[in-house]
C-alpha cells in the first residue's frame, strides 16, 4: 500500500477509435471498430492488410516548442498524449515546472518507424546520405525526454520502459511509486507506440495476424490486429486533486508486476494468475469486490485461453465481466495497457462497460462474459486492467471510483 492516495485527474489518448477523452469515451460506449486499411507503409506483399492507425493526427497542435522533424510519430505521439492528459486535468505546464515528477512512457518498439524508413533510404540511397535529423529521432528515450523539454519540466525524471505490451501498466506503476511516496508531486505515465512495417512483419510471419476484425475470446478469432496509438495519465495525490477542485476520474490503489520468463511468446497461467494477485493484495481488494476485468484479449487462442483460465482460477466464485478493448484499439503494443487504464478510468467514472465487439460466438474453453459487442450500463467500484508481454513480463493494475467523503 502507498502512503499518499494517488488519484488520476488527467487523461490522453490518441487511438485508432478518437483522439482526446472525448471522442475516446464515445467510441467505447458506442462500441467502434477502428480496424481499416494500412496506408502508413506498402503492405501490398502481405497476406493480411488490415491495422488500428490513428488518423486526424496534426502534430503541429500539439507540439509547440520542438522542431517537427527532430520526433519520430511515437515522439509526437507521446507529447500530444501528455498535453492532452494535463489540459483534461486543468493544469498548465508552468504550474509544474518548480515541482518534483515523474514521466515514465512505455514502449515496445520504440521509433521503429523512423528505423524502418531509414533502412529504406540507406538501401536506395547509400548511408551518406541519410537525413542527419532522421538519426537523432530513432533513441528509445526520446519519448519521454521530449515531452519534458518540449513542456519545459525542468524538475521531472524521464524514463522509458521497453517491457513490450505490459509497458503502459510498468509505467502507471512507476508513476504510483513516485506519487504515493512523495517523491513525485505529479506523474505523466503511459504508453505509446507508432505503427510500424517491421512490427507488422514479424507478427504477420508468426502467423497471428487476422484478415478483417480481431475477435477475442471468440470461437472464429484468427488472431490479432497491430495498432498504434498512446495513452498518458496524470497522477497525484488525491489532497492535491482535492484541494484544486480537480475531477477525479479514479482511484489508482495499487498493481502487480512478474516476470516468469516461461516461453518467448506463450503466456503461462500460474504466473498471469499471480501476477493478478499480487495486483489484488498491492491493492487491499478481495477478488469478490471486483466488478470487471479489462483483459490483455489479444484475440489469439493462446493468449486468450490462458488468460481467460488465469481469470477463473483467480475468481473462483465466478469471475467478473471480462473486456478485450483490442477488438475496438487494435493492439497498440506498448500503448495497449495505458489505453485499456484509461478506458478502465472512464467506465469507473461514467458508470458503463465498454463491450467486446466484432463478437459470434465465445470459445467454451474461456467461459467468460466478454460483454459482447454493446456496451452495458454498470456503476463499477473497482477495475483491474491486464498487459501481458512477450517473455512472461506481466502487469495487472487495479483502479477503484472515487467517492467524495460526506
Request: glycine share 10%; aromatic share 4%.
Amino acid at each position: 500500500m502507498t502512503a499518499q492516495r494517488v488519484v488520476l485527474t488527467g487523461i490522453g489518448v490518441l487511438s485508432s477509435i478518437g483522439n482526446g477523452v472525448d471522442e475516446f469515451t464515445t467510441a467505447l460506449r458506442e462500441g467502434r471498430c477502428g480496424a481499416g486499411p494500412i496506408t502508413l507503409f506498402d503492405s501490398t506483399d502481405f497476406r493480411q492488410q488490415v491495422a488500428h492507425e490513428v488518423t486526424d493526427f496534426e502534430p503541429e497542435r500539439w507540439v509547440h516548442n520542438t522542431p517537427l522533424d527532430e520526433l519520430g510519430r511515437a515522439s509526437q505521439f507521446s507529447i500530444a498524449a501528455a498535453r492532452m492528459a494535463m489540459a483534461d486535468a486543468g493544469l498548465e505546464p508552468a504550474q509544474l515546472r518548480d515541482r518534483p515528477g515523474l514521466v515514465t512512457v512505455g514502449t515496445t518498439d520504440g521509433e521503429a518507424r523512423e528505423l524502418d524508413q531509414l533502412v529504406e533510404a540507406e538501401v536506395a540511397d547509400g548511408p551518406e546520405r541519410l537525413n542527419r535529423n532522421a538519426v537523432r529521432r530513432l533513441p528509445a528515450h526520446r519519448l519521454a525526454l521530449s515531452v519534458v523539454r518540449e513542456l519545459g519540466l525542468a524538475r521531472a525524471v524521464p524514463s522509458v520502459l521497453g517491457t513490450a505490451c505490459a509497458a503502459g501498466n510498468y509505467a502507471i506503476g512507476d508513476g504510483l511509486d513516485a506519487v504515493g511516496s512523495g517523491e513525485a508531486d505529479y506523474a505523466l505515465v503511459g504508453g505509446s507506440d507508432a505503427l510500424a512495417r517491421r512490427t507488422f512483419a514479424g507478427f504477420s510471419r508468426l502467423g497471428l495476424v487476422a484478415s478483417d476484425r480481431c475477435r477475442p475470446f471468440d470461437a472464429d478469432r484468427e488472431g490479432l490486429l497491430t495498432a498504434e496509438g498512446a495513452g498518458v495519465l496524470l497522477l497525484e495525490p488525491l489532497d492535491s486533486a482535492v484541494a484544486r477542485g480537480a475531477h477525479i476520474y479514479a482511484e489508482f490503489l495499487g498493481y502487480g508486476l512478474n516476470c516468469d520468463a516461461h516461453h518467448p511468446t506463450a503466456p503461462d497461467q500460474e504466473s498471469v494468475t499471480r501476477c493478478m494477485a499480487l495486483a489484488l493484495e498491492d491493492a487491499g481488494v478481495k477478488p469478490a469486490d471486483v466488478d470487471l476485468v479489462s483483459a490483455h484479449g489479444t484475440g489469439t487462442r493462446t493468449n486468450d485461453v490462458t488468460e481467460s483460465r488465469a481469470i477463473r482460477e483467480l475468481f473462483e466464485d465466478g469471475p467478473p465481466p471480462t473486456v478485450a478493448l483490442k477488438s475496438m484499439l487494435g493492439h497498440s503494443m506498448g500503448a495497449a495497457s495505458a489505453l485499456g487504464a484509461a478506458a478502465s478510468a472512464i467506465a469507473l467514472s461514467r458508470g458503463f462497460i465498454p463491450p467486446t465487439v466484432n463478437h459470434r460466438t465465445t470459445d467454451p474453453e474461456c467461459g467468460i462474459d466478454c460483454v459482447p459487442n454493446d456496451a452495458v450500463e454498470a456503476p463499477l467500484r473497482v477495475v483491474m486492467n491486464n498487459g501481458l508481454a512477450f517473455g512472461g513480463n506481466n502487469a495487472s493494475v487495479v483502479l477503484g471510483r472515487y467517492e467524495e467523503a460526506s
